[in-house]
Structure formats: C-alpha cells, structure tokens
C-alpha cells in the first residue's frame, strides 16, 4: 500500500473505472493486479497475439475481480465500446519488439501508430474526459548524446519500431493540444521481472537469461559485456504508472523512467548466474551481420518524475533479479 499511504488518497483508486489494453502482458497484468487491491474497477483487453507475452496466469489472483476482454485496439467498433465509461485508460498495448519490426514494419505501424490512433480517436468521441497513459521506451532516442538521459534529450529514433512509438507520442501530444484529452506519455528503460513471457529474447533480455540459468545453460553475450543500460523492476515501473494515473495535476506530461542506475551487461548477468546458482556467461565478439541497432550506453535520468510524483524505485537489480527467479522457480511451468 506504499503508494497509497504516499497519495494518502484511497478515495482518488477506489471504485475507478481503469481500462487496460495489453492488460495480460507483464506491465499491464502487474497494474491490474496492484490496482484490485486499491478498489478499482478494472478491465483488462488483450489480443492474445504471439508472442508478445500475454498469459492468463498473470490476472490468476484478481481474474474474478476484474473484467477480461480479448480484443485488438485495431478493432475500431470494441475500442469504443470500452474506452466509453472509463476514468482511466491505460494503452500498453503493442508489438513490442524492435528486431521485428525491421522484418515487419507494416505490423509495427498498423499496431504501434494506427492502434493507438484508434484509442485517441475512440476517447475524442466517446469519453474525452478521460485520462491515458501510453508506454513509450527509451529507443526513441536513438543514439545518446549524453547520460543520465533527461526529458530534453533529442529524439532520434533508429528502428521502425523507435519511429513508431515516437509519432504515437505526438499523436498524444496533439489529441492533448487540440482536444484537451489529458495525456501522460512514458519512455521506458528495459523493465524485467514477475508475469514476463521467457519464451524468447526479443525483449526483457533479463527473464530470458534467468530462464536459461535456471536451465544451466550457457548465456552469450557480444563484445565484451561493458554496454551501460539501465533496468526498471516491474513494481516500480507499476507503481510510476498508478501515481502518474491518479495524480490530479498531471494532465500532460511526458516522463523518462527507469531506475536512474546503469549497469555494465556483464554486471548484469553474472548477477543472474550467481543467485541462480546455476548457468556460465560466454563472451563472443560482435557477429558481422549484427542487426540490431545499438544506440551506446543509456541511464535514465528520473529527476522529472521523481520530484513531480515523488516516485522512486525501491528495488535493485540484485533483489529484482533475486525476486524475478523466486517467481519462476515457482511458476515457471506457466511460461515455458
């Protein structure tokens, strides 16, 4: 109940009518589950697309609290009809890999730009008074200039999935100058832990290593394992996520989030084989026809919203990755 005791606004959660779309994905799930627990009224949309993460196990505790819908935000006619009552709306939903958007950019476009024009376009008609949250990341910059990485930092985005997100940030920003729809647009670093897809290592590159080190393998890393990143556990990034939602004076702010901490990857993973107790790291140089487009070394600088929402993470990586392998080690036959 942190936050709560932080807003001292029980009141404000309960019994508000809060849409989540991508709702059975790691961060949509993990709201859903936190925001039950504060007396909200929650509706989770999903389509169930593959593989981008979405499990029902992820709302087994709260599925008979909430309502579950499994729909598209491509689907114009079932926008409409769930944006229409709702206070709140919290549009997570996604392609959510960079490396396919390079094979598929047209999906990437029609889910990341259209989908989300369809909820603007839904709340403008239908519910204006609603506040929506979207989850941009922290690729729309490109290649970084300087670190920690502030608000102001130019956007240069590099993959179709970047260029995406980016026009959909302004398509928000838009809907908010022209149709006063209150908007609060997030620029995630790389989250990982609880309710995450380890079916794969398009993203969340933190669960997918824990899965092979609970499964003795060997982790691979390019290059010598020195790139900086900066990594947010799930519950902080929720908790951002339900302040950012229920706190009255932001109307139209864009917030760059993560922990504020870098980490080297080679950090990062011998972190993950040493509480796992389980799996080696092996170093491998760059391959030639490396896709992936590497922006240099990123650290998020939270001074924005930690002094706007008084937010701030209170989990490192050692105890989220700590707590993240507790989970699987439980759960695991729900996700792989």
């Not at 169930?48 to 008979?64: D, T």
């Not at 006619?77 to 396919?100: C, F, R, W, Y």
């Not at 100058?177 to 995450?196: D, K, M, Q, T």
């Not at 008084?310 to 080690?329: H, R, V």
Request: aromatic share 12%; with cysteine; proline share 4%.
């Amino acid at each position: 109940t942190n936050i709560l005791e932080q807003m001292n606004t029980t009141i404000k959660i309960k019994n508000k009518k809060v849409l989540i779309t991508g709702g059975l994905g790691m961060i949509g799930s993990t709201i859903a589950n936190k925001l039950v627990k504060y007396g909200a009224n929650v509706t989770v949309v999903d389509s169930m697309i593959k593989p981008y993460g979405a499990n029902f196990f992820n709302i087994k505790e709260v599925e008979s609290q909430i309502k579950i819908n499994i729909s598209d935000i491509r689907d114009k006619e079932s926008i409409k009809i769930l944006v229409e009552d709702k206070d709140v709306v919290i549009n997570l939903a996604g392609q959510v890999s960079h490396n396919d958007s390079l094979q598929n950019p047209y999906l990437d476009t029609d889910i990341n730009y259209l989908g989300h024009l369809n909820v603007l376009e839904a709340l403008k008609n239908y519910n204006p008074e609603a506040k929506v949250l979207y989850s941009g990341s922290r690729l729309q910059f490109g290649k970084i200039i300087s670190n920690p990485v502030a608000e102001e930092h130019p956007l240069n985005p590099l993959t179709p999935y970047a260029v995406n997100k980016t026009a959909a940030e302004n398509l928000y920003l838009y809907y908010n100058r022209v149709f006063n729809i209150r908007v609060v647009l997030f620029r995630i670093a790389n989250p990982y832990g609880p309710r995450c897809q380890m079916q794969h290592s398009k993203y969340a590159i933190i669960n997918w290593f824990i899965r092979n080190a609970m499964e003795d393998k060997n982790i691979t890393i390019f290059g010598d394992g020195t790139q900086i990143r900066d990594y947010i556990f799930i519950d902080d990034l929720a908790d951002a996520f339900i302040l950012a939602a229920f706190t009255d004076n932001v109307r139209s702010e864009i917030f760059n989030i993560g922990s504020g901490i870098g980490s080297t990857f080679k950090e990062m993973v011998e972190s993950v084989v040493n509480l796992a107790g389980k799996g080696r790291v092996v170093y491998q140089p760059w391959p030639q026809d490396y896709l992936n487009v590497e922006t240099g070394d990123y650290i998020t600088d939270i001074t924005k919203i930690t002094t706007m929402l008084n937010w701030k993470p209170k989990i490192d990586l050692t105890e989220g990755i700590q707590k993240t392998i507790e989970y699987y080690q439980k759960y695991h036959s729900y996700y792989w």
